[in-house]
T-cell receptor, first 112, second 115 residues
Framework: DGGITQSPKYLFRKEGQNVTLSCEQN?????MYWYRQDPGQGLRLIYY???????QKGDIAEGYSVSREKKESFPLTVTSAQKNPTAFYLC???????????FGSGTQLSVL | KQEVTQIPAALSVPEGENLVLNCSFT??????LQWFRQDPGKGLTSLLL?????REQTSGRLNASLDKSSGRSTLYIAASQPGDSATYLC??????????????FGTGTRLTVIP
């Protein structure tokens, strides 16, 4: 089945630790995105990539980093500089510019 | 400032009722608008995408309309079922801006359909 796979579903971070969230898609989409969702708030854009080896900061990029070495993969690292990392993280992808946005099932990150 | 608003934040209806969810946006210059469904602890599932040149889109019991001049979209759900209980979000891609920075999400309406 075509789709977007996020892993793990749940992740716990210790203080001072970096953690990496995985996002893989087999939809042959060029564009990939990372969003953060907090209770009662809309989705906020962290980073996005429109093509391999290129990515751009979103509205809340501080404390996060990404890479896009392969078209299928767009991992997100939550660094120790992110002081409030507890949230639900969603990865998305899109083909042509005005087509639908497809989402993965999300990763819930919590701080120990 | 570009914003997307969804009111009410929560809605409860009895099973079988037809209902309308609202989405308003501050700038009429948009590329498209997309409605999503989100179940608790899950990702977003795309329901309908309306391009700026379209007035409505239909899929099964769902019908989404778009009125750019008034900055509004509605999602109509016919003959609601308990399985429709979820949070419904709309997302607007505005014409200004580039990349992904012109896509704005509402905070959603949490729908509960009571058996």
């Amino acid at each position: 089945d075509g789709g977007i796979t996020q892993s793990p579903k749940y992740l716990f971070r210790k203080e001072g630790q970096n953690v990496t969230l995985s996002c893989e898609q087999n939809l042959n989409h060029d564009a990939m995105y990372w969003y953060r969702q907090d209770p009662g708030q809309g989705l906020r854009l962290i980073y996005y990539s429109q093509i391999v080896n290129d990515f751009q900061k979103g509205d809340i990029a501080e404390g996060y980093s990404v890479s896009r070495e392969k078209k299928e993969s767009f991992p997100l690292t939550v660094t120790s500089a992110q002081k409030n990392p507890t949230a639900f993280y969603l990865c998305a992808s899109k083909g042509a510019p005005y087509e639908k946005l497809f989402f993965g099932s999300g990763t819930q990150l919590s701080v120990l | 400032k570009q914003e997307v608003t969804q009111i009410p934040a929560a809605l409860s209806v009895p099973e079988g009722e037809n209902l309308v969810l609202n989405c308003s946006f501050t700038d009429s210059a948009i590329y498209n608008l997309q409605w999503f469904r989100q179940d608790p602890g899950k990702g977003l599932t795309s329901l309908l995408l309306i391009q700026s040149s379209q007035r409505e889109q239909t899929s099964g019991r769902l019908n989404a309309s778009l009125d750019k001049s008034s900055g509004r979209s509605t999602l109509y759900i016919a003959a609601s079922q308990p399985g429709d209980s979820a949070t419904y979000l709309c997302a607007v891609r505005f014409s200004s801006g580039t990349g992904a920075n012109n896509l704005f999400f509402g905070t959603g309406t949490r729908l509960t359909v009571i058996p």
